[in-house]
């Protein structure tokens, strides 16, 4: 089946540490998101990329880093630079520039202790 | 991007139908109006889209007046399982690359 695969669904971490939070998709989509979402809160933009080898930073990217070296895959970093990392964080991929429609994947909850 | 203003929270009750109207008063000329759903911990899903007038699928509708500086997503006969968080997004799907979400609407549906 065609979809948006986020890993891990959890991930515990101590303050000071790098995370890496993985996002494939296989639905041969060109743009992909990344979005953080606090308690309560609604989606607020990290990156976005809409093709390979480019990517450009969204509303909150200080403290985030992403890569797009294939089509598949749009990793992202929560480096230790980010000060309050605790978030559930979800990837999205669009088709293309002529559709509004993002598909969403099961999100990462990523906790700091 | 079009700036878009919602209701922070509704409550309603089983088989009612539940309006939620969304203000863009600076929507441009080829800004479409999408909506998305999100169930708690899960990523929002798409449910509806549209330009102007009224748009129809098997799970709401979406009336555009002809000003296009509101919309309302209605949706027919909720259930519990309808208790979510509604999103209005404004933009050009052709030249808008950098999708921002609001804060959107979380309905709650009594039994």
Redesign the interface.
């Given at each position: 089946d065609g979809g948006i695969t986020q890993s891990p669904k959890y991930l515990f971490r101590k303050e000071g540490q790098n995370v890496t939070l993985s996002c494939e998709q296989n639905l041969n989509h060109d743009a992909m998101y990344w979005y953080r979402q606090d308690p309560g809160q609604g989606l607020r933009l990290i990156y976005y990329s809409q093709i390979v080898n480019d990517f450009q930073k969204g509303d909150i990217a200080e403290g985030y880093s992403v890569s797009r070296e294939k089509k598949e895959s749009f990793p992202l970093t929560v480096t230790s630079a980010q000060k309050n990392p605790t978030a559930f964080y979800l990837c999205a991929s669009r088709k293309g520039a002529n559709t509004g429609e993002l598909f969403f994947g099961e999100g990462s909850r990523l906790t700091v202790l | 991007l079009a700036k878009t203003t919602q209701p922070i929270s509704m409550d309603s009750y089983e088989g009612q139908e539940v309006n939620i109207t969304c203000s863009h008063n600076n929507i441009a000329t080829n800004d479409?109006i999408?909506w998305?759903q999100q169930f708690p911990?899960?990523?929002?899903?798409?449910i509806i889209?549209g330009y102007k007038t009224k748009v129809t699928n098997e799970v709401a509708s979406l009336f555009i007046p002809a000003d296009r500086k509101s919309s309302t997503l209605s949706l027919p006969r909720v259930s519990l399982s309808d208790t979510a968080?509604y999103?209005c997004?404004v933009?050009d799907?052709?030249?808008d690359?950098?999708?921002?979400?609001?804060?959107?609407t979380r309905l709650h549906i009594l039994p």
């Open positions: - | 479409y999408t998305y911990s899960q990523g929002p899903r798409f889209q968080v999103y997004l933009g799907m052709w030249r690359d950098k999708i921002i979400f609001g804060k959107g």
